[in-house]
């Protein structure tokens, strides 16, 4: 009893100390993609707030941590562009079209829950996961090198001289404790991240450096600052958006896009989060958690968001596993935003863009170089192809093409596996034995292996080996038998599965005169019941 308190208790410092260190680390996240969308900064920090609250408590991920992110703020750039230019400068209508397009990306993201759609995510190959996550740390480390620039005359340029160099050196020295803490036995327990952060904090305070820190960062991006209220209900958003066929003609693309990116992130994630602690989560559940907390977070006032596998690598490795490591994360950000929002805008970028690149570390797939020679060029080309993709356009073309081109590899693959093996009976039939799967892409060479023209009068297809897949090969099958009636010949069809027989009889009444239901092959009964073979199976002669 003992031990398993103190195991709870240990769970809970963890999970506590992780939630803070992702708290610290989601404040600028949240802010820079909302800066990219075009809208304030407490409309980024309450979507974080409230979604990572919400799927904490009810997703079906444990440790996972989720808000706003940028694979969604590209997308809502043009969608507040254009619903700003719907109305007058200062009606700012760009923003109430933003909350009404999430509420309805919610409303979607929870159906595909309700109709279990999560479960789709299983057909993703790994290739393409592989590709996802090297893909998506690229992503990290590029949108962590705009740290490195600073505000002049209204644009952003490089940091030169003292301030370039102040920042390369503490960004090194987060990375440094990052590194070196866990080694130390006596620090090994300690949360590398969240030290790392206040360490460096400490001396750019008391040494006075002028870096770049949160609250100038929200300055240079237009913001007035962390501070802000409780969220409340945005009820202007239905007073001053016409709800009319419109209005959702407008924000229904962008609504199924954000919820599709919004779901592949999430999901992808919940894999490798998975795969990094040996445990399974709910798919399904968790496009209703995103869901519903997407609908919430549209009604007060949020930009929206999904999983952030960043933050979640930062909370898994720094030990948060339950729920309560998202909900400490949720709850202290707003507290930030409440109550310490002065003290959380004197952390340097530095000391958080140095735990960015810790996770970049840890997330890229760097196995990938080593295997590049041992799997094959499909593969590799798929891998290369989703992180790419992933860089250039958005995380949904990448993972939706990966997925269309090892599908397309797949079916070609197999189509090439048909095979017919020929041989006669005493009395002169012909049997052809088919080998593999019949299918759209098997068929061109399916055809090809009879030689109607020349073949005797009676002929036997036998399907032990193969399987009839989908409507093309019925109709293959069909237009086959036809042209054997036609050259005035027998076919029989043999060893079709109980399937396979179903799915032609129901497509044509030929089937039932030729397809061979007595089967006395045992090949074809290794399955069948016990009570069918009275003697031992070692005795038959198969």
């Given at each position: 009893?003992?031990?398993?308190?103190?195991?709870?208790?240990?769970?809970?410092?963890?999970?506590?100390?992780?939630?803070?260190?992702?708290?610290?680390?989601?404040?600028?996240?949240a802010v820079?993609?909302?800066?990219?969308?075009?809208?304030?900064?407490?409309?980024?920090?309450?979507?974080?707030?409230?979604?990572?609250?919400?799927?904490?408590?009810?997703?079906?991920?444990?440790?996972?941590?989720?808000?706003?992110?940028g694979?969604?703020?590209?997308?809502?750039?043009?969608?507040?562009?254009?619903?700003?230019?719907?109305?007058?400068?200062?009606?700012?209508?760009?923003?109430?079209?933003?909350?009404?397009?999430?509420?309805?990306?919610?409303?979607?993201?929870?159906?595909?829950?309700?109709?279990?759609?999560?479960?789709f995510?299983?057909?993703?190959?790994?290739?393409v996961?592989?590709?996802?996550?090297?893909?998506?740390?690229?992503?990290?480390?590029?949108?962590?090198l705009g740290?490195?620039?600073?505000?002049?005359?209204?644009?952003?340029?490089?940091?030169?001289?003292?301030?370039?160099?102040?920042?390369?050196?503490?960004?090194?020295?987060?990375?440094?404790?990052?590194?070196?803490?866990?080694?130390?036995?006596?620090?090994?327990?300690?949360?590398?991240?969240?030290?790392?952060?206040?360490?460096?904090?400490?001396?750019?305070?008391?040494?006075?450096?002028?870096?770049?820190?949160?609250?100038?960062?929200?300055?240079?991006?237009?913001?007035?600052?962390?501070?802000?209220?409780?969220?409340?209900?945005v009820?202007?958003?239905?007073?001053?958006?016409?709800?009319?066929?419109?209005?959702?003609?407008?924000?229904?693309?962008?609504?199924?896009?954000?919820?599709?990116?919004?779901?592949?992130?999430?999901?992808?994630?919940?894999?490798?989060?998975?795969?990094?602690?040996?445990?399974?989560?709910n798919?399904?559940?968790?496009?209703?958690?995103?869901?519903?907390?997407?609908?919430?977070?549209?009604?007060?006032?949020?930009?929206?968001?999904?999983?952030?596998?960043?933050?979640?690598?930062?909370?898994?490795?720094?030990?948060?596993?339950?729920?309560?490591?998202?909900?400490?994360?949720?709850i202290?950000?707003?507290?930030?935003?409440?109550?310490?929002?002065?003290?959380?805008?004197?952390?340097?970028?530095?000391?958080?863009?140095?735990v960015?690149?810790?996770?970049?570390?840890?997330?890229?797939?760097?196995?990938?170089?080593?295997?590049m020679?041992?799997?094959?060029?499909?593969?590799?080309?798929?891998?290369?192809?989703?992180?790419?993709?992933?860089?250039?356009?958005?995380?949904?073309?990448a993972?939706?093409?990966?997925?269309?081109?090892?599908?397309?590899?797949?079916?070609?693959?197999?189509?090439?596996?048909?095979?017919?093996?020929?041989?006669?009976?005493e009395?002169?039939?012909?049997?052809?034995?088919?080998?593999g799967?019949?299918?759209f892409?098997?068929?061109?060479?399916?055809?090809?292996?009879?030689?109607?023209?020349?073949?005797?009068?009676?002929?036997?297809?036998?399907?032990?080996?193969?399987?009839?897949?989908?409507?093309?090969?019925?109709?293959?099958?069909?237009?086959?038998v036809?042209?054997?009636?036609?050259?005035?010949?027998?076919?029989?069809?043999?060893?079709?599965?109980?399937?396979?027989?179903?799915?032609?009889?129901?497509?044509?009444?030929?089937?039932?005169?030729?397809?061979?239901?007595?089967?006395?092959?045992?090949?074809?009964?290794?399955?069948?019941n016990?009570?069918?073979?009275?003697?031992?199976?070692?005795?038959?002669?198969?």
């Amino acid at each position: 009893m003992t031990e398993f308190i103190t195991k709870r208790v240990k769970n809970v410092r963890n999970d506590v100390l992780s939630g803070i260190t992702v708290a610290l680390a989601l404040v600028p996240e949240a802010v820079a993609f909302a800066f990219v969308a075009g809208v304030d900064p407490l409309v980024g920090l309450y979507a974080a707030f409230m979604i990572g609250l919400i799927t904490s408590i009810f997703g079906g991920r444990p440790g996972m941590i989720s808000g706003a992110t940028g694979a969604l703020a590209v997308v809502m750039v043009s969608l507040v562009a254009e619903g700003n230019a719907m109305g007058n400068p200062d009606e700012n209508l760009g923003l109430y079209y933003l909350f009404l397009t999430v509420i309805l990306m919610g409303v979607i993201q929870v159906l595909a829950g309700v109709f279990k759609l999560g479960k789709f995510v299983r057909l993703i190959p790994h290739p393409v996961m592989m590709g996802f996550v090297n893909g998506l740390a690229i992503v990290i480390f590029l949108s962590q090198l705009g740290m490195f620039k600073q505000t002049v005359g209204g644009e952003k340029v490089w940091l030169e001289g003292n301030s370039l160099w102040f920042m390369v050196a503490l960004v090194g020295l987060t990375m440094l404790i990052m590194w070196g803490l866990p080694k130390i036995k006596a620090t090994k327990k300690l949360p590398e991240a969240l030290i790392a952060i206040l360490v460096v904090t400490g001396i750019v305070i008391f040494s006075n450096l002028d870096v770049a820190t949160v609250g100038s960062f929200i300055r240079d991006g237009g913001g007035e600052g962390l501070k802000g209220g409780f969220p409340v209900p945005v009820l202007e958003t239905f007073s001053n958006i016409p709800m009319n066929f419109e209005t959702l003609k407008f924000i229904f693309p962008y609504a199924l896009i954000l919820a599709a990116i919004g779901l592949i992130e999430s999901l992808m994630t919940l894999n490798l989060i998975d795969d990094l602690t040996e445990t399974r989560g709910n798919s399904n559940r968790e496009c209703m958690a995103q869901g519903g907390a997407n609908i919430l977070t549209g009604l007060f006032g949020g930009m929206g968001g999904c999983a952030m596998i960043g933050q979640s690598i930062i909370n898994i490795k720094g030990g948060g596993r339950g729920r309560l490591s998202g909900i400490t994360a949720a709850i202290f950000l707003l507290m930030f935003i409440l109550f310490a929002s002065s003290y959380i805008e004197q952390v340097p970028i530095a000391a958080l863009v140095g735990v960015m690149f810790m996770v970049v570390i840890g997330t890229f797939a760097w196995s990938s170089f080593r295997i590049m020679n041992k799997i094959p060029r499909t593969d590799l080309f798929v891998l290369i192809l989703v992180s790419s993709l992933t860089v250039i356009f958005d995380l949904a073309i990448a993972v939706i093409s990966g997925v269309i081109v090892s599908a397309l590899v797949f079916a070609w693959e197999n189509a090439r596996r048909i095979r017919a093996r020929k041989r006669f009976k005493e009395d002169g039939t012909k049997i052809y034995e088919i080998w593999g799967p019949l299918f759209f892409g098997s068929i061109s060479a399916f055809n090809e292996k009879f030689d109607i023209k020349n073949d005797p009068d009676k002929v036997e297809i036998d399907f032990v080996e193969a399987r009839i897949s989908d409507h093309s090969a019925i109709e293959a099958i069909f237009a086959l038998v036809e042209k054997y009636k036609a050259a005035g010949k027998e076919i029989t069809l043999k060893h079709l599965s109980e399937d396979c027989k179903l799915l032609l009889y129901k497509s044509s009444p030929i089937f039932t005169d030729i397809i061979e239901e007595d089967i006395d092959d045992p090949r074809y009964h290794l399955a069948a019941n016990p009570e069918d073979f009275p003697k031992p199976l070692g005795e038959y002669k198969f």
